[in-house]
C-alpha cells in the first residue's frame, strides 16, 4: 500500500486540493485510492457519496477537510494548541486514528492519500507527532509532497488569509513581519526537516509553488506528482479560500480592533464580493513589506535558502532576488485610493444583518461599517 502525505505548506492550494479530494472521495474509494474521513459526520457523508450522489452545500470543514481537522486535534492533545471553532465536536485521536486503521482493514485499497497544510505545524510545534502518524500504516511506501512559496509572497497571502478570518495583526510594512521569525511561515527548514527524519526513506515531492501554477494549480500538479492512476470522470477542482484584495486589507485589518468578530467576518465576506469592483490595482501590484522589511526579510529566510539549495541541488527559487524589490503601489496609498469606490459600493445595500435573539432586524452593513470605513486614518 501507498501513503501520500501531503503536508503543505500553507496558502499553496491546498484547501483546492482537498476539497477535490473529498468531493471524488467515493470514486477514488472505487478505485482503490483511500481519502479517509476521520469522524463519524464524514463516514456518513461519504457513504452519501457512494449511493446517492455528490454532497449537497454546505459541507461541514470536519468533513470537506477532514485531515485538517485531524492534525489540529493530534496538536491539541499533544500541546494545548487551539482547534479553531470551524471544527467542532472532535472525537479523540485515538477514535480518529481507529478510524482510519478500520477503514484500510475493510477496504483494502492501493493507496492512502492524507492532505492537511496544518501537517506543516507539526515540526514546530511536536515533531514527536510525526512519528505517530507514521505508525498508522507500518510497511506502507511513503511519499511526501510539499509545496512551499518564495518568501515575500507566501507571507503576503498568509498574513492577508489572518486578516480575513479575524486575527488582531500588525501591518507588514510595520511590525507585522517580525512573529514570523522562527516559525515555519519564515523557516521552511524547521517545517520540513523534521518530516525528512521521521520518514528518511520516502519519496519526496518538493515542488515551488510557482511550479504548480504553471503546471495548472495544485489539483493537476498533485495528481502528477502522485505517481497514481487516478479515475476518469472526476468532479472538476473549484474555486475556494478566495481572498480580500490587498487594497482593502487595512480596512479588513482595523474592523478587527473595533467590532465583534460575527461582524467582522461578515465585512471581510463582503470585501471579498466587492474586491474586484472597487477601482484597486492589480493585486500583484500593491506592496505590503517596504523595502527595508524586504530585505529584513530575505536576511532571516537566507537559512533556509541554503537548506532547500542543499535539497534540490540548485537554488530552490530561481528568482529569490526579486523578493528584494519592492511592488509599484505602496498599501497605503492603494487602501486611500478605493476608499470612495468602497463606500459607494457599502451605499448600494450589503446584507440586512444577522437578526438577534429578540427578532428584530440588526444594522445593515452599511449602518455598521459605513462610518468606519469613511473616518479610518489609514498611515
Not at 470585501?271 to 506592496?287: C, H, K, N, Q
Amino acid at each position: 500500500m501507498k501513503l501520500l502525505l501531503f503536508i503543505g505548506h500553507h496558502k499553496v492550494g491546498s484547501t483546492s486540493l482537498q476539497d477535490f479530494l473529498w468531493q471524488n472521495a467515493a470514486a477514488l474509494l472505487r478505485a482503490g485510492i483511500l481519502y479517509p474521513p476521520v469522524e463519524s459526520d464524514g463516514q456518513a457523508r461519504l457513504l452519501r457519496q457512494a449511493l446517492v450522489g455528490p454532497d449537497p452545500e454546505p459541507q461541514p470543514w470536519n468533513a470537506r477537510e477532514s485531515h485538517n481537522a485531524l492534525a489540529f486535534r493530534m496538536l491539541f492533545e499533544a500541546v494545548q494548541y487551539p482547534v479553531p471553532p470551524w471544527h467542532p465536536n472532535l472525537p479523540s485521536v485515538h477514535q480518529m486514528e481507529t478510524s482510519i486503521r478500520n477503514q484500510i482493514r475493510v477496504h483494502q485499497p492501493r493507496a492512502v492519500i492524507l492532505c492537511s497544510e496544518v501537517f506543516a505545524n507539526f515540526g514546530a510545534w511536536a515533531p514527536g507527532l510525526i512519528g505517530q502518524l507514521g505508525r498508522l500504516f507500518e510497511g506502507a511506501e511513503v511519499s511526501l509532497h510539499c509545496t512551499l512559496r518564495r518568501p515575500d509572497q507566501y507571507l503576503a497571502a498568509w498574513h492577508a488569509q489572518r486578516i480575513r478570518f479575524g486575527d488582531r495583526v500588525d501591518p507588514l510594512r510595520a511590525g507585522g513581519l517580525e512573529e514570523y521569525r522562527g516559525t515555519i511561515h519564515l523557516d521552511y527548514a524547521l517545517l520540513l526537516e523534521p518530516w525528512l527524519a521521521a520518514f528518511p526513506t520516502a519519496r519526496l515531492s518538493l515542488r515551488n509553488y510557482a511550479d504548480v501554477v504553471a503546471a495548472g494549480g495544485s489539483v493537476v500538479d498533485f495528481m502528477t506528482q502522485s505517481q497514481l492512476a487516478f479515475p476518469g470522470g472526476l468532479a472538476p477542482e473549484r474555486r475556494v479560500n478566495q481572498s480580500i484584495h490587498p487594497a482593502l486589507l487595512d480596512y479588513a485589518r482595523c474592523a478587527a480592533g473595533l467590532f465583534p468578530q460575527p461582524e467582522v467576518e461578515r465585512f471581510c465576506d463582503f470585501l471579498i464580493a466587492v474586491s474586484d469592483r472597487v477601482g484597486a490595482p492589480p493585486r500583484e501590484d500593491v506592496e505590503m513589506f517596504g523595502a527595508a522589511n524586504r530585505a529584513a526579510l530575505l536576511a532571516a529566510f537566507a537559512p533556509s535558502d541554503a537548506f532547500l539549495t542543499a535539497i534540490a541541488g540548485k537554488p530552490f527559487f530561481a528568482q529569490l532576488s526579486r523578493a528584494a524589490v519592492p511592488r509599484p503601489v505602496p498599501e497605503v496609498e492603494a487602501a486611500r485610493a478605493v476608499r470612495a469606490a468602497l463606500l459607494a459600493r457599502l451605499r448600494e445595500g450589503g446584507d440586512p444583518g444577522a437578526s438577534p435573539a429578540c427578532g428584530a432586524p440588526g444594522p445593515s452593513l452599511a449602518e455598521t461599517f459605513h462610518p468606519f470605513v469613511e473616518s479610518l486614518e489609514i498611515v
